[in-house]
């Protein structure tokens, strides 16, 4: 099994780091209730992480689904009958990609040499999430979902809670790796971290890697309005796709994949 650890980036504010794809899953505990951010990719995952939380806390459970990609979104059946809260558009993202998503991770790990998740992804259940209200009440605690706009997928939901200055933001952010373009918007998804930024976070978790500051997600913001504009000059047929994969900030196959999509 791979290795997971907890960070704690507030009073109650939890992530749980997996060294399997650098992943970032989240927990926020209130006085009544408690908050989960994503799932990880398969049942065996999201039961370690549930059993990672219950030695934390007691109180019940609801699970927010940053977006539909099969590492965040693939283990919510280990929280059994937990109200599943998402972007409105992400349950049939999630109806309409998962078959798919399944095929090709199961292969990927297959092809890795590690049956174990390969086979994990295979019998995953999907669990279908409805509408997240624009905030919830933890006790003593207000957590907001903010819709950024379209970013790093149509449906991306990034969780605010005001009292700690902390927000989730899903694969919106990237520490340690490139963002991921293949569902992504490169036009907008500069705009979509200025609004997360304009709650005025202390501190940014990522969907993968180390939790970062507001200094960090504006440098990577600029870097993703590079991108933009880059992409906005091979559209208009100003520069070649190797004019703009030379002048990115980000290495060829991931500026390949923002220039296909658009
Ligand atoms: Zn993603």
């Known amino acids: 099994m791979a290795e997971a650890w907890w ?89 309409s990609t998962a078959e798919h998503q399944r095929q090709e991770w199961a292969t990927y790990y297959q092809n890795k040499d590690n049956q174990e998740i390969s086979e994990q992804i295979r019998r995953a259940r999907i669990v279908l999430p409805v509408p997240a209200p624009p905030d919830t009440d933890l006790g003593n605690r207000i957590v907001r979902f903010i819709h950024p706009g379209p970013a790093h997928t149509n449906h991306d939901l990034a969780i605010h809670i005001p009292d700690a200055h902390v927000v989730f933001a899903g694969d919106l952010l990237e520490q340690g790796a490139p963002p991921a373009f293949g569902d992504a918007f490169p036009a907008s ?46 559209r208009e047929g100003t520069i070649t796709a190797e004019e703009a994969i030379e002048r990115s900030p980000y290495p060829a196959e991931f500026t390949s994949e923002a220039l296909d999509r658009g």
């Open 7 to 95: 960070v704690e980036v507030g009073d109650g504010i939890w992530v749980r780091r997996h060294t399997e794809l650098d992943l970032s899953l989240g927990l926020i505990i209130g006085e009544r209730s408690c908050l989960v951010i994503d799932t990880g990719g398969d049942e065996s995952q999201g039961s370690a992480f549930a059993t990672a939380i219950r030695e934390l806390t007691d109180l019940p459970w609801t699970v927010a689904l940053t977006h539909a990609h099969f590492d965040h979104s693939f283990g919510t059946a280990a929280f059994d009958a937990a109200t599943v809260w998402a972007h409105p558009a992400c349950r049939h993202e999630l109806q």
């Open 189 to 234: 998804w500069p705009q979509a971290l200025n609004n997360i930024l304009a709650v005025n976070p202390a501190t940014l978790v990522p969907g993968h890697g180390n939790p970062v500051t507001p200094a960090f997600a504006r440098a990577q913001q600029a870097e993703l309005a590079q991108v933009a504009h880059l992409c906005r000059l091979f």
